[in-house]
């Protein structure tokens, strides 16, 4: 059974960095790219950055230059390092492991961890 | 900048079908953009619906069906039932590994 496992999620300074860590189980972690997905309260769903299975870093405009997405295949997880925060970074974040890219590529995120809270305030 | 639009919000009978739709603001969606499709309640995390425009996530019933209507990329409930009272909301792959979701549709079964 594939589980994630965020932490790291916490109250933070506007301007302040925090380190968020996935943590992968149930399938062979190095085959799959791996994203980060938010929430902020009572709004939708945005992606924020996806690593895939080469190590290539894909990121949002709207966290571009101050987000680090990076893996650990020996650890099995995969972290996002949030710098220079703002009040509008305040979200649940989610992991999620994006489809299996074999002889084809899919697409979409297949599976979601439960989230942790990020809030950046005073 | 890109939008994806969906329907803010959409009502449907218990027992009945509705179909949600997934657009560019500017441009058509085709198969191409792998569209995919979440659903989610309130304080869960999303649940993976369809993916590929028409493929199921594994456990999905076939009362959802995702298909191209038009220039959108279109979810549909067939046989709602009240626990399909959700978000749902729609993903397009973008290339060069970007993803936008769309806003969201809010469902309500009565």
Redesign the interface.
Do not use: H
């Given at each position: 059974e594939v589980q994630l496992l965020e932490s790291g999620g916490g109250l933070v300074q506007p301007g302040g960095s925090l380190r968020l860590s996935c943590a992968a189980s149930g399938f062979i972690f190095s085959s799959y790219g791996m994203?980060w997905?938010r929430q902020a309260p009572g709004k939708?769903?945005?992606?924020v950055s996806?690593i895939?299975s080469g190590s290539?870093?894909?990121y949002?405009d709207s966290v571009k230059g101050r987000f680090t997405i990076s893996r650990d295949n020996s650890k099995n997880t995969v972290d996002l390092q949030m710098n220079s925060l703002r009040a509008e970074d305040t979200a649940v974040y989610?992991c999620a492991r994006r489809?299996p890219c074999a002889s084809v590529c899919?697409?979409?995120?297949?599976?979601?961890?439960?989230?942790t809270l990020v809030t950046v305030s005073p | 900048q890109t939008v994806v639009t969906q329907e803010p919000s959409f009502s449907v009978s218990p027992g009945g079908t509705v179909t949600l739709t997934c657009g560019l603001r500017s441009g058509s969606v085709s198969s191409s953009y792998y569209p995919s499709w979440y659903q989610q309640t309130p304080g869960q995390a999303p649940r993976t619906l369809i993916y590929n425009t028409n493929t199921r996530s594994s456990g999905v019933p076939d009362r959802f069906f995702g298909s191209i209507l038009g220039n959108k990329a279109a979810l549909t409930i067939t046989g709602a039932q009240a626990d399909d009272e959700s978000v749902y909301y729609c993903v397009l792959f973008m290339g060069s590994g970007i993803s936008l979701f769309g806003g969201g549709t809010k469902l309500t079964v009565l």
């Amino acid at each position: 059974e594939v589980q994630l496992l965020e932490s790291g999620g916490g109250l933070v300074q506007p301007g302040g960095s925090l380190r968020l860590s996935c943590a992968a189980s149930g399938f062979i972690f190095s085959s799959y790219g791996m994203s980060w997905v938010r929430q902020a309260p009572g709004k939708g769903l945005e992606w924020v950055s996806l690593i895939n299975s080469g190590s290539r870093t894909f990121y949002a405009d709207s966290v571009k230059g101050r987000f680090t997405i990076s893996r650990d295949n020996s650890k099995n997880t995969v972290d996002l390092q949030m710098n220079s925060l703002r009040a509008e970074d305040t979200a649940v974040y989610y992991c999620a492991r994006r489809g299996p890219c074999a002889s084809v590529c899919t697409y979409y995120f297949e599976s979601w961890g439960q989230g942790t809270l990020v809030t950046v305030s005073p | 900048q890109t939008v994806v639009t969906q329907e803010p919000s959409f009502s449907v009978s218990p027992g009945g079908t509705v179909t949600l739709t997934c657009g560019l603001r500017s441009g058509s969606v085709s198969s191409s953009y792998y569209p995919s499709w979440y659903q989610q309640t309130p304080g869960q995390a999303p649940r993976t619906l369809i993916y590929n425009t028409n493929t199921r996530s594994s456990g999905v019933p076939d009362r959802f069906f995702g298909s191209i209507l038009g220039n959108k990329a279109a979810l549909t409930i067939t046989g709602a039932q009240a626990d399909d009272e959700s978000v749902y909301y729609c993903v397009l792959f973008m290339g060069s590994g970007i993803s936008l979701f769309g806003g969201g549709t809010k469902l309500t079964v009565l």
